[in-house]
């Protein structure tokens, strides 16, 4: 079991940056491999990013690439999600979820994936 704590979200003009951290909690976070998603009002949760258990293997959304980074620091049990260049459709809630899957069976774009998921924290970008 694992406990997930997202940070960082708040309110930011279009262009600028914000940087999410998912702290874990519980079972050895090296044994989890992490993701981001986001949910907009009225939206289906959606993929925005994932990373395997080293930090080896990393995953974007199409709509994110290029612009958001996600890390992860193993010794202080937290995810990272650097967020540049915002955009107004950015505007989100954004949630962190860890699996223990193995890597083979791995489908990362999909909320069935993962199975622990933080309460999220808001991003709002405005124009």
């Known amino acids: 079991q694992v406990q997930l704590v997202e940070s960082g979200g708040g309110l930011v003009q279009a262009g600028g940056s914000l940087r999410l951290s998912c702290t874990a909690s519980?079972?050895?976070?090296?044994?989890?491999?992490m993701a981001w998603f986001r949910q907009a009002p009225g939206k289906e949760r959606e993929f925005v990013a994932a990373?395997?258990?080293?930090?080896?293997?990393?995953f974007y959304a199409d709509s994110v690439k290029g612009r958001f980074t996600i890390s992860r620091d193993n010794a202080k049990n937290t995810a990272y999600l650097q967020m540049n260049s915002l955009k107004p459709e950015d505007t989100a809630g954004y949630y962190c979820?860890?699996?223990?899957?193995?890597?083979?069976?791995?489908?990362?774009?999909?909320?069935?994936?993962?199975?622990?998921w933080g309460q999220g924290t808001q991003v709002t970008v405005s124009s």
């Open positions: 979820a860890a699996t223990t899957r193995p890597y083979a069976s791995m489908v990362w774009r999909t909320t069935t994936s993962y199975d622990y």
């Open positions: 519980g079972r050895t976070f090296s044994s989890y491999a």
């Open positions: 990373i395997s258990w080293s930090g080896g293997s990393t």
